[in-house]
């Protein structure tokens, strides 16, 4: 029998309780997934769940087979499916019937099944109280406000739905009771799927959990069953990955709740606040101490080498959902000193449109030597043909970050993102280094007549090496055009356009003007 | 660095020259490779296979000689510049018997046995050198300034501006990308080393080419007006003029500096470029305290006047310096920032001390007239406001304590390997025997 779930919505903490999204009036290029994606995801990740969506095809291939298969590198969600709703359902019958038999076929020994609605099944008004009277057993229903809510609100929501529903779900008999306590315990609430970098990020909090002496209660709902759901309140503490969703459940579990640590600070404080409240002082300390002088010996040999010497010229911009917006300002601008020269929310109420971010980095001088973003910056620095450097740190864009060795969290992704800055700016530098000239340029006479052919010296007029003059407007567009180019690698971005604009300008036997420097300007992409 | 790669650095930076260096060695040659291709060039270093048989079996210079044709006549660059390191300089091949020229290329021996070599200068220094003794005895007609030294890509057209100013030009620049950078040499009326360790290329081309040169260069308020007043009266020109440009662009200087005050600071400077003594001039001159300077650059006649500019304004200066020198001077004074090598900067940032390596983040910026100054001073300031940052890692990794800044602690005064020791990071001989009756 299926238990009729609570009318009112549930109540979230994130910023609106009704709709998370700004409402515009027009859209490029969207940041987040809607309500239907999110509910499904959280609900998917719970291992004895099967999902059926309450709508046409679409919303099931979409998230579940092609989207999926970019974000977390799966084929397709196998315990996922939907009603498959056609002309017929949506103009005449309704959902209900092909519901039904989606939701029976679902209903297998040992899985509960959460029926999710979409924005055609939303639109259509199928009623669930026309359901529960026709479809048997445990089935749940989750309205996940598809058209309003965005896919973190409708995370949060379904996180608390599962809360509020642990008494309905039942542990089987086969199944050894949930393990007894041995050491203090900590619940991870997040990830699910499709959150960028996850598998990296769960393994290092697991690292860390473990180093200080502690042990995981639940990992929800990633590595959890429905019936595990109870046992959250078994914990001393809870983790909340992420800042777009999961306080909602972490409040009403009611134990001290942590945010996911970006940067080498916000590591050592959430490792000192968990020792706290876990009574785990002592063993924490030795841990961080131990940390020093393993995992962060990386770190400290990378700090005191020439690498961090550029940071304080690397502007940097980041594009990000809050997680990783304010997670990295804080470690890579405050803690590592790279200049901050743009951020912008890409999600939520404050999210930033598009076109917004789009003008914003265009203009930025210098521009920035890297941005860390979504395929939606990655195309905007692709055209506007800017001579900067991508990194993503968030979805929609396709990445494999399934090895475990990539984290942004904790002491292991502290090295990590710093590891990964060098790079970048290794690789900004390789693209820029002043000379490729192989095969070597030609020698187009003997140095004799080398010698000889410079008659405009004999006569005491300038030297046919000299040094040109520039016009003040060449000068100017110079000085624009370089002002674009990241600091780290101006040096060798002016060598190469001064060579090339004097070579012009010899070949015309004028100064270097503005029409030359147009002309270099124009054909010349830094980078490339 | 091995003092080598500052010649075959600017070699392989040439368009239009195909560099061969001779190495020690695959370890040798594996370095040079290494940062060649990290800091350098995206193109080839190429190098005849060297082996205990090889140089046993006298081989060498027949490979050397094939190799040298036949990268001359397939690819014709304007020179093969034959980097000799050390064993083949120990050795000593007969490059006097490789063909001068083959077709339109310049075959030129550049001797880099970096155990005389000492430094990246000098290296630098043997390129110039190298390169302009294959030219013949000066020209009649001359015109212009030849300017010798690694400056920031705008620097020459900047010189260029205010010497049409006082009546002349710049006629060329060194280390260029083209042969006939250095062959325009032989064309112009003066040298200008920028840096104070061209001495040896200057010395010879007055020997060869009777060219004058005339020290210093166009930096800090003092450097600006001595230098242009300088070039006026070595090349004879209308001193009037000369004196009014000077000012003027003192006085740029001096107001571009304005904004930038840097009194009640201390730093420390040790480079091995050679402008290092260009930078405290601009640092003292903008009210810091450089009570020393470091260079591994060895004491040499050009340097004189700088150094006593310096040691007038309270900075001593140690050539030829190394590591244990550097750390030891770090302990002497309260240092606001250190602009140094990486060791020691590596050591100041452990001290929690704000600290950038001198090649990567100064060596590669303006530092004449005013924009120059500005530029620098800018970044002497960034790196100062960052001490907060420097403190707090310095502390976490000294496990909350202020990281201890006395001699005996952090830099012992014998060698490295005594404060490896005393670190525990090796084991020493003397701890390894066991004790008696234990």
Redesign the interface.
């Known amino acids: 029998m299926a238990i009729t779930p609570p009318r009112t919505r549930a109540s979230s903490e994130l910023q609106s309780d009704v709709i998370n999204t700004p409402i515009r009036k027009r859209v490029t290029d969207l940041d987040h997934a809607g309500g239907d994606t999110g509910a499904m995801q959280v609900f998917a990740s719970l291992g004895d769940a099967n999902v059926v969506l309450d709508g046409p095809v679409g919303c099931h291939v979409m998230p579940a087979v092609a989207v999926i298969n970019y974000t977390d590198c799966i084929p397709y969600l196998q315990n996922v499916t939907c009603s498959e709703l056609s002309e017929t359902e949506v103009t005449i019958a309704g959902t209900l019937g092909a519901l039904k038999e989606k939701v029976a076929r679902s209903q297998v020994e040992g899985r509960q099944v959460f029926i999710v609605s979409t924005p055609v099944s939303e639109l259509i008004g199928a009623s669930w109280t026309t359901m529960e009277a026709h479809i048997k057993g445990s089935a749940l229903f989750f309205d996940s406000h598809s058209l309003d809510d965005d896919e973190w609100k409708s995370r949060d929501r379904a996180l608390l739905f599962l809360w509020e529903h642990r008494d309905h779900f039942v542990r089987p008999a086969d199944v050894a009771p949930h393990p007894a306590k041995t050491k203090p315990r900590v619940n991870i609430i997040g990830p699910t799927y499709g959150n960028f970098n996850s598998y990296s990020d769960i393994a290092e909090l697991k690292r860390l959990i473990a180093g200080i002496g502690a042990e995981i209660n639940l990992i929800y709902p990633f590595e959890s069953k429905a019936y595990d759901t109870p046992h959250l309140s078994d914990a001393d503490a809870t983790i909340v990955m992420y800042e777009e969703y999961g306080k909602s459940i972490a409040r009403e579990i009611g134990l001290p709740t942590f945010s996911g640590p970006i940067g080498?600070e916000a590591t050592?404080e959430f490792l000192e606040g968990l020792g706290k409240t876990l009574g785990l002082e002592a063993e924490v300390a030795a841990f961080i101490?131990h940390e020093?002088k393993t995992t962060?010996a990386a770190w400290?040999d990378i700090?005191?080498?020439?690498h961090?010497?550029?940071f304080?010229?690397s502007p940097i911009a980041i594009v990000a959902p809050p997680t990783y917006k304010d997670g990295l300002t804080k470690y890579l601008g405050?803690?590592l000193?790279l200049p901050i020269v743009y951020s912008a929310y890409r999600t939520g109420p404050e999210s930033t449109p598009s076109e917004e971010v789009r003008i914003a980095l265009r203009e930025l001088s210098p521009s920035p030597m890297m941005v860390f973003g979504s395929i939606n910056e990655r195309m905007i620095l692709a055209q506007e043909k800017m001579p900067t450097r991508f990194s993503q740190c968030s979805f929609p864009g396709a990445v494999v970050r399934r090895a475990t060795g990539t984290p942004f969290m904790g002491y292991a992704g502290a090295v990590w993102l710093l590891q990964l800055v060098c790079e970048i700016l290794?690789d900004t530098?390789?693209a820029n280094?002043?000379?490729?000239?192989?095969?070597?340029?030609?020698?187009?006479?003997?140095?004799a007549q080398?010698?000889t052919s410079?008659s405009d010296?004999?006569?005491?007029?300038?030297?046919?090496?000299?040094?040109l003059?520039?016009t003040d407007e060449a000068?100017a567009l110079t000085e624009k055009t370089l002002k674009r180019v990241p600091f780290f690698v101006r040096?060798s971005v002016?060598?190469k356009l001064?060579?090339e604009a004097e070579s012009l300008a010899r070949e015309r036997g004028t100064d270097v003007d503005l029409a030359v420097i147009e002309e270099v300007t124009a054909r010349y992409a830094p980078g490339r | 660095m091995c003092p080598a790669f500052g010649a075959i650095r600017n070699l392989?930076?040439?368009?239009?020259?195909?560099p061969i260096v001779i190495s020690s060695g695959d370890g040798c040659l594996y370095g040079h490779t290494f940062v060649a291709h990290?800091y350098?060039?995206?193109?080839?270093v190429f190098s005849p296979g060297v082996s205990s048989e090889i140089w046993a079996k006298g081989s060498m210079f027949d490979e050397l000689k094939a190799m040298v044709h036949q990268m001359a006549e397939e690819?014709?660059?304007?020179i093969i510049p034959i980097c000799s390191l050390c064993v083949s300089d120990t050795v000593g091949l007969p490059f006097d018997l490789l063909p001068k020229?083959i077709?339109?290329?310049?075959i030129i021996y550049v001797p880099l046995p970096a155990y005389s070599v000492h430094t990246h200068a000098r290296a630098k220094d043997i390129v110039v050198d190298s390169l302009t003794w294959?030219?013949?005895a000066q020209?009649?007609?001359?015109?212009?300034v030849n300017l010798i030294g690694e400056v920031?890509?705008?620097d020459?057209?900047k010189?260029?501006?205010v010497l049409?100013k006082i009546g002349t030009?710049?006629?060329?620049?060194v280390p260029g990308?083209?042969?006939?950078?250095y062959?325009?040499m032989?064309?112009?009326a003066i040298n200008a080393p920028l840096h104070p360790f061209y001495s040896e290329s200057v010395k010879r081309m007055k020997m060869k080419q009777g060219l004058p040169f005339i020290e210093g260069a166009p930096v800090g308020i003092d450097g600006t007006y001595t230098w242009i007043t300088g070039v006026a009266e070595a090349m004879k020109l209308d001193a009037k003029t000369a004196l009014s440009v000077a000012t003027e662009e003192r006085e740029k200087v001096k107001a571009a500096m304005a904004d930038y005050p840097l009194q009640g600071l201390t730093m420390m400077v040790a480079g091995y470029e050679g402008h290092e003594f260009l930078l405290v001039r601009l640092l003292i001159e903008a009210g810091a305290k450089v009570p020393y300077l470091s260079t591994s650059v060895n004491t040499n006649p050009l340097a004189r006047v700088e150094e006593a500019w310096l040691a007038e304004r309270g900075c001593k200066v140690l050539y030829g310096a190394n590591f244990d020198d550097e750390i030891g001077a770090l302990t002497d004074h309260p240092y606001d920032v250190v602009i140094g090598t990486?060791p020691l900067?590596?050591h100041a940032?452990?001290l929690g001390i704000p600290s950038?390596?001198y090649t990567?983040?100064l060596a590669?910026?303006s530092m004449m007239f005013a924009e120059g100054a500005a530029d620098i001073l800018q970044?002497v300031m960034?790196?100062y406001r960052?001490k907060d940052?420097y403190d707090k890692?310095a502390r976490?990794?000294a496990?909350g304590a202020k990281p201890v800044q006395t001699y005996s602690a952090w830099a012992p005064k014998i060698d490295l390997t005594t404060h490896l020791i005393a670190n525990d990071a090796i084991v020493s001989h003397d701890a390894a025997v066991p004790k008696a009756g234990v």
């Open positions: 080498l050592t101490s020093k962060l400290q700090w005191r080498s020439t961090s010497d550029f304080a010229n405050d803690e000193g290794f530098l390789f280094l002043p000379t490729s000239a192989s095969p070597p340029v030609k020698a187009t006479m003997p140095t080398l010698m410079a010296a004999e006569a005491g007029a300038k030297g046919r090496n000299s040094v003059s520039w000068k040096v002016n060598k001064r060579a | 392989l930076r040439m368009e239009d020259s195909m990290f350098v060039a995206n193109r080839p690819h014709q660059p304007s020229q077709g339109n290329t310049e294959r030219l013949p020209r009649k007609a001359r015109s212009g920031f890509p705008s020459p057209i010189i260029d501006e049409r030009h710049v006629n060329t620049h990308p083209k042969w006939t950078d062959v325009a032989v064309d112009g990486t900067c590596a940032k452990e950038i390596y990567n983040a590669t910026r970044l960034q790196t960052a940052r890692i976490f990794f496990d």
